[in-house]
Every structure is written in C-alpha cells, then in structure tokens.
C-alpha cells in the first residue's frame, strides 16, 4: 500500500534522527538537508540506504545529489515506492 | 573464551587440470622492415639473433582487456563453459596502463561474469604460469571450481621503437585458459622462485616516481593531470558499508564460527565512518575490539589490514591466538574477507 507523503516525512524523520540524533520534529519538508540539518554527505548515504530498506525504493547514487531538501527525498519515494 | 573455536577448512583436495585453451592475436603483421625503420640494424641480424620474422602489434585503441576478452571468450568456449561458469580471474600483466582498478574486474564485466574473485598478478613473463599454479591450488583446495587465467601483454606500449636492443623483440597478445575441477591430475606441482638481486637485468628504464617531478609540472602546462588515485566518495561509501557488511557476515559464517566468537574485527582502513557503519550494519558483539588504526595511519590500501591488526596485538587490545574478522576491498571494485587466528 502505498504510503501518504505524510508518512514519509515521518519515517525520514526517524532515520534522521537514529543517525545523526536530530530531534525528528526538525525534519520539515522546506529543511535542506545540508543547509538546515548539518546532514553531510556520508550520513546521507546512510539514510538513503535506510530510506531504501524502509521504503522499498531504489534511490540511485546520481539521484542523491538531486535531493537537496526533504521535500525532494519525500516526493522521491513517494513516487516510486514499490 | 574458555574453549576456542575451530575454523571450518576443507579437508580433502581436488585435482585440476586445463579445460580449454584460448588466444588472440593483433590483426596487424608488423615486418622486421617496418621494425628498421627506426633502428640501425638488418632483417639478417634479427632473424640470426631472435628468430623473429614477424610480431602482431595491437591498433591504438584496443587494450589489454580487449585482447583478454577475445581469447577467453576462445578457451571457454573450447572448455565447453559459459563465462557464467567461472567464479575467479587471475590476470597476469605488466601492461594494463592502470595501476588501479586492476583489469581482471574489468574483463569479467565485459564476459557478463557476475562478481567473480578477480585480480591482476605481476610476474611479468612468468606471469601465467605463478597464475597456473595459483588457479591449480584454488581448485584444489576447494576456494574456486572453475577459474580463467590470462596472460596478456600489450607490449608496444612500452617499447622504445628506437633501442636497438629490444625493439624489435616484442609483440602483443592474449592467452587464456580455464582452469577446473578433473578427475585427475593435469597440473603438476610448480618449481618456481625468484632472484631480486638481478631486478635491474629486466626493468622499465624510470619509475613513475622519477618522472613525475617532470611530467607533473609538464602536464599541468598540457592540463593533463597526473595519474593520481581519484574516488567518488559517497558511491563507495555506500558500497563499502552496505555491500561489504554481508560478505564479512558470510566469512563467519563459512569459517564455522560465530560473530561472538570473535577477538577482532580488522576491516579494511578505508575510512573511520566507514568502521564506525560497517560495525553498525553488522551489529558485532560489543566485546569484540575494532580497529581503528587509521586515525594515526591513515588508509594504506593493501598494507591497512596487517599494519591495524599488529596494532591491536601489540597494544594488548587483541589477543594472541584469538579469531579475527578481516575484510578487504577497494577499487575495481574488489573483495575478500576471511577469518583468522591472530598470530
């Protein structure tokens, strides 16, 4: 069943904050991941692979470099979550 | 640990023999006509003197991998295999103009092999036979059923056309073969050795190190970079941590043991945020020391597994006859783990 962006956004959160312990609230849809979270570029690769597993998705490593803000990751698997 | 654990080992060995044999030679002929062109010498002198009358010689565009893939595709064939059949390739070259990645990782690729044991192995122009008796002792032993060896030179890369002395002695070209499981012996024991003091009897004229003072400054000139190690960070990351966590799973497991059994674990020091994920991903006891050696070493490449676990013996942080995890891996992309008894 597919999940609502809502869900998404809250799942992300909590692989967020298992791997960098940001509070899951900090997680919003407008935050840029390095900007705003301090998130860097081997703790994002983390989360992807986590995201992956969760999600049943596949995020290319050249597609990571296009998800620059939450939003764009949401919005990722929300369109192509198995 | 009160009673140590005992490594899983086959304990019977298997014989090997030669199941195909494939080559591959250049379309050009090259004359000794051609080769006087650029050394003062005679077609007579040659031919009295190396009994050479013709030599192949690759187009510019065609590779070391190239010439391989066709005589494996060759031998395979002869052997009655599909490429799908190998599980290791062991190349031996001293022409691939890459010192890393190694070739046989690329050539396996091109076979449409999927993630066989592959690597290169430098012995010059006794490479394939060290490789023979390698592949000989895989099968044996049980660590490959079926490898592909290759002999492979592009020579003419590194031939100067105008030395008198050898110029007109190399060729180029590829030799494979499948080596596998036979129900007799077809590769007897192998005599081999080496004689380092006479290093400099066969040699490349500069290493790259005495050149690149000169070719360095040049090339920037040029904008030709040097041929410097190069990585895309994130992509090994995520290899390294999330690909390599399950095949150092699988080595316990095929050594027999358990992760608890362990008294190191000693991964590859590519990284600390690549130990600090790769623990995690493999959620190893919390009794089991890592090493982390490469917080005051660096990343040594090949020397970083030795180099950590000698750390932790002689800093008392692992035991002495204690079981080790160690997993290596790195450009081509290549890997192996295993586990052993910390000496």
Not at chain 1, 21 to 40: C, P
Not at chain 2, 137 to 148: N, Q, W
Not at chain 2, 294 to 303: D, K, P
């Amino acid at each position: 069943m597919a999940r609502s962006e809502q869900e998404i956004l809250e799942g992300l959160a909590e692989i967020v904050n298992e791997e960098t312990g940001l509070e899951a609230e900090e997680v919003q849809m407008d935050k840029s991941f390095t900007e705003d979270l301090d998130i860097d570029s081997l703790s994002m690769m983390t989360i992807v692979v986590n995201a992956e597993d969760k999600f049943g998705v596949r995020i290319p490593d050249d597609e990571v470099k296009n998800l620059t803000h939450v939003k764009d990751a949401v919005s990722y698997i929300a369109n192509n979550q198995g | 640990m009160s009673t140590s654990p005992t490594l899983s080992a086959p304990t019977t060995l298997r014989h090997a023999r030669i199941l195909g044999l494939g080559g591959y030679r250049p379309e050009r002929v090259v004359t000794n006509e051609e080769v006087l062109q650029f050394i003062d010498s005679s077609d007579e002198w040659i031919r009295q003197r190396s009994g050479i009358v013709t030599r192949r010689i690759a187009r510019e565009d065609e590779s070391v991998v190239d010439m391989a893939e066709a005589a494996s595709l060759q031998a395979l064939e002869r052997a009655g295999l599909e490429p799908g059949q190998v599980d290791a390739i062991l190349m031996a070259t001293v022409t691939h103009p890459l010192q890393t990645p190694a070739a046989a990782p690329i050539l396996a690729d091109r076979l449409g092999i999927e993630d066989p044991a592959a690597m290169d192995l430098s012995a010059a122009c006794a490479g394939y036979c060290y490789a023979i008796s390698l592949a000989n002792d895989m099968v044996r032993a049980g660590s490959a059923d079926t490898v592909l060896v290759v002999g492979v030179e592009k020579l003419s890369d590194f031939t100067d056309k105008h030395d008198r002395g050898s110029a007109f002695i190399f060729g180029d070209g590829a030799g494979a073969a499948v080596v596998g499981v036979s129900d007799r012996p077809g590769i007897g024991p192998t005599v081999w050795g080496s004689l380092g003091e006479r290093a400099d009897a066969i040699t490349q004229r500069e290493s790259w190190t005495d050149l690149r003072p000169d070719m360095e400054a040049a090339g920037r000139e040029a904008g030709i970079a040097w041929p410097a190690f190069v990585m895309q960070g994130q992509t090994v990351f995520r290899w390294a941590v999330f690909s390599m966590a399950p095949v150092a799973l699988q080595a316990v497991e095929a050594a027999g043991i358990t992760p608890s059994d362990l008294g190191a674990f000693v991964p590859h020091q590519a990284n600390m945020r690549i130990t600090d994920a790769m623990v995690k991903a493999l959620e190893l006891p919390a009794h089991v020391p890592v090493a982390r050696d490469i917080a005051e070493t660096g990343n040594t490449s090949a020397a970083s597994i030795p180099l950590a676990m000698s750390r932790m013996l002689d800093e008392g942080e692992a035991q002495h006859g204690a079981l080790a995890l160690q997993i290596g891996f790195g450009a081509g992309l290549v890997y192996a783990a295993q586990v052993v008894e910390m000496p």
